[in-house]
């Protein structure tokens, strides 16, 4: 059955971003994907927020995600947005956001651990 969630990857790194897309679209997302934070947000004010959920890597040059995130979230309070880094400064960071993110997945991910955690963030009410 396939999916019809719509998902926005922000990240700087091509090969992170194309893997991401691709394991998402293997479940059936349609994706989108932008390469800092600043076109991440220019992705979403251009869907009007229209997006299931943000998979968005944290430190990025030109705006990073979490000030993507607080940025959305003012103009779209519902987003649901999930964050990726590999640097665990940058977990507490995003911890201080509250409700906004729903989580932080820590990188170098696998296929699978990808799948799982969009699903979950996905899931939730």
């Keep these: 059955m396939p999916n019809q969630s719509r998902v926005l990857i922000v990240?700087?790194?091509e090969s992170?971003?194309?893997f991401t897309a691709r394991a998402l679209q293997a479940d059936g997302y349609a994706t989108e994907t932008a390469c800092d934070g600043e076109e991440g947000l220019e992705r979403i004010r251009a869907k009007a927020g229209g997006f299931d959920l943000v998979l968005s890597d944290i430190r990025m040059p030109v705006m990073d995600g979490i000030e993507m995130a607080e940025t959305a979230v003012?103009?779209?309070p519902g987003l649901r947005i999930l964050l990726m880094t590999g640097y665990a400064e940058q977990r507490e960071r995003a911890a201080e956001l509250g409700g906004a993110v729903l989580g932080v997945v820590r990188k170098p991910f696998s296929l699978a651990e990808i799948r799982s955690e969009v699903a979950q963030a996905l899931a939730r009410d």
């Design 11 to 13: 990240e700087d790194d």
């Design 16 to 18: 992170v971003r194309t």
């Design 74 to 76: 003012k103009g779209f």
